[in-house]
C-alpha cells in the first residue's frame, strides 16, 4: 500500500482510490479533485547532487505534501520517479485553489539548493489539477488526462505554478 522510499501510498493503492473516485464522489454529492505535482527540472537536480541526495529531495517533498494533506478523504500518493498525486474528496474550487497555492510555497520553502533550475535556485514544483463534479460520469481515464494536461500548462508557463483544468492561475 506504501511505497517503500517515502512512506507515501504506492501507485497500486492509488489505481485502487482513483477508480473508486467518480463513485464515492457521487454517493456521497461531493466535488472531488484529482492533483498532479512533479518537480521541476528533476533530472537536472539528480544530475548535479547525485542520486542520494535525490532520494532525499524525494523524501522531503513527500514529507511536505503529507503533512499538508492530512486530513480525511485526502490521499497523497507518489505516482513514480518524481511525480506525486493527491485526491481530495468534498473539497470546493476556491479551498483547492488556496491549497496548491500553499503546497507551492510550502515546497519552496523548504530551501534544498537547486542550482541547475532554469527558474529557482531552489527546488519548485508544478501541478496540475481537475475538480470532479458529482454525476457527472466522467471516466478516470479521462480525468487523468485533465489533470495531465494541467501539469504540462503549468510547465509551459513558466513552472512552479498550479493550473486547474480550464483555468491557467499563476
Same mark, same amino acid.
Given at each position: 500500500?506504501?511505497?517503500?522510499?517515502?512512506?507515501?501510498?504506492?501507485?497500486?493503492?492509488?489505481?485502487?482510490?482513483?477508480?473508486?473516485?467518480?463513485?464515492?464522489?457521487?454517493?456521497?454529492?461531493?466535488?472531488?479533485?484529482?492533483?498532479?505535482?512533479?518537480?521541476?527540472?528533476?533530472?537536472?537536480?539528480?544530475?548535479?547532487?547525485?542520486?542520494?541526495?535525490?532520494?532525499?529531495?524525494? !523524501?522531503?517533498?513527500?514529507?511536505?505534501?503529507?503533512?499538508?494533506?492530512? /486530513?480525511?478523504?485526502?490521499?497523497?500518493? /507518489?505516482?513514480?520517479?518524481?511525480?506525486?498525486?493527491?485526491?481530495?474528496?468534498?473539497?470546493?474550487?476556491?479551498?483547492? !485553489?488556496? &491549497?496548491?497555492?500553499?503546497?507551492?510555497?510550502?515546497?519552496?520553502?523548504?530551501?534544498?539548493?537547486?542550482?541547475?533550475?532554469?527558474?529557482?535556485?531552489?527546488?519548485?514544483?508544478? $501541478?496540475?489539477?481537475? $475538480?470532479?463534479?458529482?454525476?457527472?460520469?466522467?471516466? &478516470?481515464?479521462?480525468?487523468? !488526462?485533465?489533470?495531465?494536461?494541467?501539469?504540462? /500548462?503549468?510547465?509551459?508557463?513558466? /513552472?512552479?505554478?498550479?493550473? $486547474?483544468?480550464?483555468?491557467?492561475?499563476?
Amino acid at each position: 500500500m506504501t511505497d517503500g522510499m517515502t512512506k507515501l501510498y504506492n501507485r497500486k493503492y492509488f489505481d485502487k482510490i482513483f477508480d473508486n473516485m467518480p463513485f464515492i464522489s457521487n454517493a456521497n454529492n461531493w466535488e472531488s479533485a484529482f492533483v498532479i505535482l512533479d518537480i521541476d527540472f528533476f533530472k537536472q537536480y539528480n544530475d548535479t547532487y547525485g542520486h542520494d541526495m535525490g532520494d532525499i529531495t524525494l !523524501k522531503s517533498v513527500a514529507n511536505s505534501l503529507q503533512s499538508y494533506f492530512n /486530513r480525511e478523504y485526502e490521499y497523497v500518493f /507518489r505516482l513514480g520517479g518524481e511525480e506525486f498525486g493527491v485526491i481530495l474528496f468534498d473539497i470546493d474550487e476556491e479551498i483547492l !485553489k488556496q &491549497c496548491l497555492a500553499d503546497v507551492n510555497k510550502n515546497i519552496e520553502s523548504l530551501n534544498i539548493e537547486h542550482k541547475n533550475s532554469k527558474i529557482s535556485n531552489v527546488v519548485t514544483i508544478s $501541478i496540475g489539477a481537475v $475538480i470532479y463534479e458529482a454525476n457527472t460520469y466522467i471516466s &478516470c481515464n479521462r480525468l487523468y !488526462k485533465m489533470a495531465d494536461e494541467s501539469l504540462y /500548462r503549468s510547465k509551459e508557463n513558466g /513552472r512552479n505554478q498550479y493550473t $486547474i483544468y480550464n483555468e491557467e492561475v499563476k
